[in-house]
Structures are given as C-alpha cells and as structure tokens.
C-alpha cells in the first residue's frame, strides 16, 4: 500500500496540483484522512480502485481545467467506480443518472445515446469530474462521507476559484449547489440544475441546456469547446 505522499503518483504525472494542493498534502488532516483510508481499502472491500482515487486530477492538470463536474461519492457495487465523477467502465451498464446526462446531451446536439459510460474524453479535454468524497465501501452509499474527504475537496475548489481565468462549474442538485459559496471569482461561470438522478431529471435537469452554455461561455472568452459525444466502442 502506497504512503500518503506516493497516493499523488499519477497526479503528479500532470502539472500543477501538486504545487497548489502541497500545504494539504503535509497536514494533519490529510494524515488522518489517509490513515482512514488505507485502512479500510486493508480490511473492507472499498471502490474505486486505489490507484484511481485520484483519477479526476491525474487525468485533467489544474491547468486544463475548462469545466467542473462535481459528483458526491462514487458508485458503490463492482465494476462500476475509475474515480471519475459519473463515469464508469467501458462494458458496465451505464447507470440510470449518466443516461440521463446521454438525454440531455442528445437534446441539446442531436447526439445518439451511447452504451459508453466512460467518461475520459472529457477529462482528458478538461473536464474535471471530481466527487466530493472519493472513497466508498462495497454496497454502501456515502459509507465515507463525513471522514475527510469534503473538506479536501472542499480545498481543491478553493483552489479551482482562484484561477484567473475563464472556468465553468456545472453543480447539479442540492449538494451539488451547496459548494457554490467556494465559488465567487468574477471571471468564472456557475450553472444550476436539479440532479440528473430518475428522481429529480424531470424538475430542471432536462431542458437545462448546460452543456451548450459551458461551450458558448468557452468559446466566448476564446477557449476551445468540448466535444461532449461520448461514442461506442
């Protein structure tokens, strides 16, 4: 099992959070958060993977950073969790939320709903999709929520709102909405819905138009778009 300094290796593969997340990296919390976590990935069967706690921001550097994504923990049964907000495994049933993201996206573009749920080619474009707790047991839903992990999020948001630059955040739901008090630079956009959970997509998640918003914004302010087709393979 890695020590909490090597757990960044695949983030510090890609620049820049390392440099701005080291002050967290050093603290006592983070010691006693990862202690939490080495533990129960040695006695409990827990998702993602732990070489993929850290996915989101290995795979998008603070840098690249165009779009946020926030998810509140991972799923939670076999074969579902890579660390990515929403996403999940080429070959695993999408879950019932990203099927309703599909729906949103084929409304908006005209896109044909994919069997895909890996959701890569976003981060890989910029799109961080980072959960606010990045850690779960098998079966058991929010089962690590409340032992560290919000308030070290809760910091890389900090972080993310103090980039001078144009960056939008998509906070679907009500705990989504709750991390919009972190949120205050000028420069940045911030789009509400509710949660594209089957509970909730019908009450402002559909018809939401987010995700040409976010690309009207970018290309606004001279960035480049994101193709958000996510196709078969």
Same mark, same amino acid.
């Given at each position: 099992?890695?020590?909490?300094?090597?757990?960044?290796?695949?983030?510090?593969?890609?620049?820049?959070?390392?440099?701005?997340?080291?002050?967290?990296?050093?603290?006592?919390?983070?010691?006693?958060?990862?202690?939490?976590?080495?533990?129960?990935?040695?006695?409990?069967?827990?998702?993602?993977?732990?070489?993929?706690?850290?996915?989101?921001?290995?795979?998008?550097?603070?840098?690249?950073?165009?779009?946020?994504?926030?998810?509140?923990?991972?799923?939670?049964?076999?074969?579902q969790?890579?660390?990515?907000?929403?996403?999940?495994?080429?070959?695993?049933?999408?879950?019932?939320?990203?099927?309703?993201?599909?729906?949103?996206?084929?409304?908006?573009?005209?896109?044909?709903?994919?069997?895909?749920?890996?959701?890569?080619?976003?981060?890989?474009?910029?799109?961080?999709? #980072?959960?606010?707790?990045? +850690?779960v047991?098998?079966?058991q839903? *929010? =089962?690590?929520?409340?032992? /560290?992990?919000?308030?070290?999020?809760?910091?890389?948001?900090?972080?993310?709102?103090?980039?001078?630059?144009?960056?939008?955040?998509?906070?679907?739901?009500?705990?989504?909405?709750?991390?919009?008090?972190?949120?205050?630079?000028?420069?940045? #956009?911030?789009?509400?819905? +509710?949660?594209?959970?089957?509970?909730? *997509? =019908?009450?402002?998640?559909? /018809?939401?138009?987010?995700?040409?918003?976010?690309?009207?914004?970018?290309?606004?302010?001279?960035?480049?778009?994101?193709?958000?087709?996510?196709?078969?393979?």
């Amino acid at each position: 099992m890695p020590n909490p300094n090597n757990i960044f290796e695949k983030e510090s593969q890609r620049p820049n959070w390392g440099d701005a997340l080291e002050k967290e990296h050093i603290s006592d919390s983070y010691r006693k958060l990862f202690g939490f976590v080495e533990s129960e990935y040695k006695t409990q069967t827990v998702y993602p993977p732990f070489s993929d706690i850290m996915r989101a921001m290995a795979l998008t550097s603070l840098a690249d950073v165009k779009c946020v994504i926030l998810g509140q923990d991972p799923y939670h049964e076999p074969n579902q969790a890579m660390g990515l907000a929403f996403s999940v495994h080429t070959g695993t049933p999408v879950p019932r939320s990203l099927q309703n993201i599909y729906k949103e996206l084929q409304t908006e573009y005209g896109y044909d709903v994919p069997c895909n749920g890996d959701l890569r080619p976003w981060a890989q474009q910029g799109v961080l999709l #980072l959960n606010a707790v990045l +850690t779960v047991r098998a079966h058991q839903p *929010a =089962s690590h929520a409340g032992k /560290g992990w919000e308030a070290y999020t809760d910091n890389i948001l900090s972080v993310l709102n103090m980039q001078n630059r144009p960056i939008v955040y998509l906070l679907w739901g009500n705990f989504a909405k709750s991390k919009k008090a972190l949120l205050d630079n000028p420069k940045h #956009l911030i789009l509400e819905s +509710t949660h594209p959970s089957p509970f909730s *997509a =019908s009450y402002g998640f559909f /018809g939401c138009g987010h995700f040409k918003t976010c690309n009207a914004f970018l290309e606004k302010n001279g960035i480049l778009p994101i193709d958000w087709q996510i196709k078969d393979e």
